[in-house]
């Protein structure tokens, strides 16, 4: 069947916003009054955005780049959505660790009252995830992102205990201040160009030349999305938050949510809107390199599962900034499949973690021990994550990290190449810590009675696992050309993204 | 000195004006929100002095009359409401082929009767924004804070 002939086939770009913006609502009509109303709802819709998102594969291979007309107003004087490699890739990073997480959640956010109200809140995040992907329109960009940034605000507070109103109201702050710097970017960008279309803003600077306002602008967008994804001097926010929040909401924000507002819109922004140059090249990769390692080390002293988890994030996002900041072709690559890698076992050591709190309800190290021998899928399947995260061949995490540190060596960066094979290290050494302290060794006498949990929590964990063994494959040559290199295409172009956007407007 | 305690809110004075003034300002509202399309204002700044006219009940007669005009239950179904409305007249654009593609027959313009969608998004908009913002207010009021032994 030839999906791009189909009449339906280009609306499907505003259902990714549709769908969870309507069930979200529908949710917090419907979720209180009719019972189990906001687990199934969750999940169909969920699982309708995967396979949606699926579909959009295959539509950027039949038709290339796809530019829709919201409201049927031509762009630059309407808003558009952009379909390509990357929004693809993306959207599949994003669909499929929401689909496994509201899997998850089913048993797990039992114990919470108000259920309903942490899938509309879970679903509003999804919809602005989704519409910073799919946007082609710089202040469309902020709105979204200001809608996944509140509606995760509430969700680090979704336990209202002391810890996490802290945790919530620190995240506010910094988050604020990054949407304030964003804002302020947009502004001078537009007092510029006069235009808010990413498309158009990028041909407007080819036509201004080199200008004074754009490495503002470029400096407060390196602080805005730079908060966003916890970058080294502005992460202070993330040990905090992330942990704060309940299991699947610490997956979804490790795992995704600082990835699409912060590294996708910084990429997007960076090597498609205002062009990389030299300088932002070398201070992206400065600032990577510096995440990994201090991330890195951070990590190595917490005794708090969440919180070693979290700080591990910040150590491999420096890696994918650092990736993409070489804008060589193979960086790029390397990049996003370190992010798609990460995404997945991110998300599966979180969800771990939850599981272990959701057993033994503690999260510290030093209080657990010989969890294997009571729950052999959640011991398995973290030690599958583990073992990814730190880049033990054959598991995905190793061939993201051997292609990032051979795409330094290619770009002739050798103290960075070594410094990410240093990190690689450090991250195997708090790996196995959490390992050695959580899952071998002998079981703790107050943890005698714990149980595996639930069935639709293992579901999950096992699915994720399975990712994390097989994601190596997606580097096979017939893959690779319709998923990954898709997506390093787009980047690769750099500001030629102008003339495809209105090259593809029918 | 009882006579106060039995009667929650403010004084006689303030009461007897905003007897007056409450129609007036809700009448206003709707009245911004209804022309959003052809002078300025429209669904946010009407629904902005429609939850107002509701607080200033609040404000002067205390809230057991304002929740009683409009509970804090039919405020959150309204909130909700009008998100799925407005997202409803977007998904409708489909008829026309694009997603918020104004699809209505639009009449003349400057007319109340024009612009199609538009007034509707205008009066979905209305419903969000004035029960989002009562229900941030009356969730401010009641809030109770759970005291915790240490």
Redesign the interface.
């Known amino acids: 069947m030839n999906l791009a002939s189909l009449p339906v086939s280009h609306?499907l770009?505003?259902l990714f916003v549709?769908i969870p913006?309507?069930s979200a609502?529908?949710v917090?009509?419907l979720g209180k009054r009719v019972k189990g109303f906001s687990d199934t709802f969750s999940n169909v819709a969920t699982f309708s955005l995967l396979s949606i998102s699926l579909l959009s594969i295959l539509l950027v291979k039949h038709s290339g780049t796809v530019v829709?007309?919201?409201?049927?107003w031509i762009p630059p004087i309407g808003i558009c959505m952009v379909l390509d490699g990357l929004t693809s890739f993306m959207l599949v990073t994003i669909n499929l660790i929401a689909f496994l997480v509201t899997i998850y959640s089913i048993s797990y956010m039992e114990r919470y009252t108000a259920k309903w109200k942490f899938y509309t809140l879970f679903l509003l995040m999804l919809a602005g995830m989704n519409g910073v992907i799919v946007t082609g329109d710089m202040f469309n960009l902020f709105v979204f992102l200001e809608i996944a940034s509140i509606s995760s605000y509430a969700l680090v507070a979704f336990g209202v205990e002391r810890e996490e109103l802290e945790a919530s109201f620190k995240y506010m702050v910094m988050g604020i201040m990054a949407s304030l710097f964003i804002l302020l970017g947009i502004a001078f960008l537009y007092s510029l160009t006069s235009t808010l279309n990413m498309a158009d803003i990028s041909r407007t600077l080819a036509k201004i030349g080199d200008n004074q306002t754009v490495f503002f602008v470029a400096a407060l967008f390196l602080m805005g999305f730079g908060l966003k994804a916890a970058l080294v001097p502005f992460h202070s926010w993330l040990p905090d938050a992330h942990p704060s929040a309940p299991a699947p909401i610490s997956a979804m924000l490790s795992g995704v949510l600082i990835k699409a507002l912060g590294v996708y819109a910084l990429a997007r922004i960076f090597l498609n809107v205002l062009g990389m140059t030299a300088v932002s090249s070398s201070i992206l990769m400065v600032l990577g390199a510096i995440s990994m390692v201090l991330g890195g080390l951070l990590a190595l002293g917490q005794e708090d599962i969440k919180r070693l988890f979290a700080y591990s994030s910040i150590s491999q996002i420096g890696y994918v900034v650092f990736a993409i900041g070489m804008g060589t072709p193979l960086g790029i690559l390397a990049g996003l499949f370190h992010l798609f890698n990460h995404a997945i076992f991110k998300s599966l050591l979180f969800l771990n973690s939850g599981s272990i709190e959701y057993a033994t309800g503690t999260r510290d190290l030093r209080k657990m021990g010989g969890l294997t021998s009571k729950m052999p899928v959640t011991g398995y399947s973290s030690l599958v994550g583990s073992m990814s995260i730190s880049g033990i061949p054959p598991l995905s995490g190793f061939w993201s990290k051997l292609l990032i540190i051979l795409a330094a060596i290619e770009a002739k960066h050798f103290i960075f190449a070594s410094i990410a094979v240093l990190v690689s290290i450090l991250t195997l050494a708090y790996y196995l810590k959490v390992q050695k302290l959580a899952f071998f060794g002998e079981l703790k006498d107050s943890l005698k009675g714990i149980k595996e949990v639930p069935l639709t929590m293992k579901l999950s964990m096992i699915a994720l696992s399975i990712i994390c063994i097989f994601g190596g494959l997606l580097l096979i040559p017939g893959v690779q050309k319709n998923f990954l290199n898709l997506a390093t295409e787009v980047l690769v172009n750099g500001t030629n993204y102008a003339q495809i956007i209105f090259g593809s407007i029918k | 000195m009882n006579k106060k305690i039995k009667q929650p809110g403010m004084t006689l004075i303030v009461k007897t004006i905003t007897r007056l003034t409450v129609g007036l300002i809700l009448l206003y509202g709707i009245y911004i929100v209804t022309h959003g399309h052809i002078s300025p204002g429209g669904g946010f700044a009407g629904g902005v002095i429609i939850a107002l006219s509701f607080i200033h009940l609040m404000l002067a007669f205390g809230k057991d009359l304002a929740l009683r005009k409009l509970s804090e239950k039919l405020a959150?179904?309204f909130?909700?409401?009008g998100?799925?409305m407005f997202?409803t007249i977007?998904?409708l654009?489909?008829i026309?082929?694009?997603?918020?593609?104004?699809f209505i027959f639009k009449g003349k313009p400057f007319n109340l009767f024009s612009a199609g969608i538009i007034p509707l998004c205008n009066i979905a908009i209305c419903f969000k924004v004035g029960a989002g913002l009562f229900a941030v207010f009356v969730a401010l009021i009641l809030l109770k804070v759970p005291i915790k032994k240490e």
Do not use: D, R, T
Request: glycine share 20%; proline share 3%.
């Open positions: 609306n770009l505003p549709a913006l309507g609502f529908l917090s009509l829709y007309k919201v409201g049927g | 959150a179904f909130e909700s409401f998100a799925i997202l977007g998904l654009g489909f026309g082929g694009y997603f918020f593609f104004n």
